[in-house]
């Protein structure tokens, strides 16, 4: 009866499960101002990657010490995007509408909310594993988002998936959803492409 021992599968996955629905309630909870989505969407990503992925240290404890270290500048970058994504709206939006008269402009505008899109797809993976600035996280987002572009299709994909829960699913599935994804990101970004480089060097 290996599979019950307090070591065996069925307590590791017993374990997995439980740290998921809680840090998902936990990002949920902390996310209620919107402004403090950033910090911790970064917090989620530390603690999948460093205590599930990895399996170093305590998933919690990752969890808020990321929050409590990275509150500040996880927030500004995340007030950043959102200038970035409502220039956008606001851009497409008005040529759609007739309100700009420059259709040409259509493409290359939704040429930029893809790139935005992607790029976000490692700013916050990044942030969670390393402590460079604002401006060089997002540089070297936009760096890694293109050159390994397979992986920013197949991520953007499982972001619209998501998307797709979050307006139309029970709002409890989605919250779980949400470490769910953070998890396979973790394994997509920070694993398998992240890691890669010597970050420290950057």
């Not at 809680?22 to 403090?36: D, K, M, R």
């Not at 797809?121 to 604002?134: A, R, T, V």
Request: aromatic share 16%; with cysteine; glycine share 4%.
């Amino acid at each position: 009866m290996n599979f019950f021992n307090i070591d065996g599968p069925f307590q590791r996955i017993g374990s997995f499960v439980f740290d998921i629905i809680v840090l998902g309630l936990i990002f949920s909870l902390i996310s209620i101002p919107l402004i403090t989505i950033g910090a911790a969407l970064t917090a989620l990503y530390a603690a999948c990657y460093i205590a599930l992925v990895k399996e170093e240290g305590y998933v919690f404890n990752t969890f808020f010490r990321t929050l409590k270290d990275k509150f500040i500048k996880s927030t500004l970058v995340w007030i950043i995007l959102i200038i970035f994504y409502a220039l956008m709206y606001f851009n497409i939006t008005s040529i759609t509408k007739g309100v700009i008269g420059i259709p040409w402009l259509l493409p290359l505008y939704y040429s930029i909310t893809i790139e935005i899109l992607i790029t976000s797809l490692y700013i916050f993976p990044l942030l969670s594993i390393s402590n460079l600035g604002i401006k060089k996280i997002f540089k070297y987002s936009f760096i890694l988002a293109n050159k390994h572009l397979p992986t920013s299709i197949l991520c953007g994909a499982i972001m619209a998936l998501y998307i797709v829960a979050f307006v139309s699913i029970n709002p409890i599935i989605v919250i779980i959803l949400t470490s769910v994804i953070c998890y396979i990101f973790s394994q997509l970004i920070i694993k398998r492409i992240l890691t890669k480089y010597d970050i420290s060097m950057w």
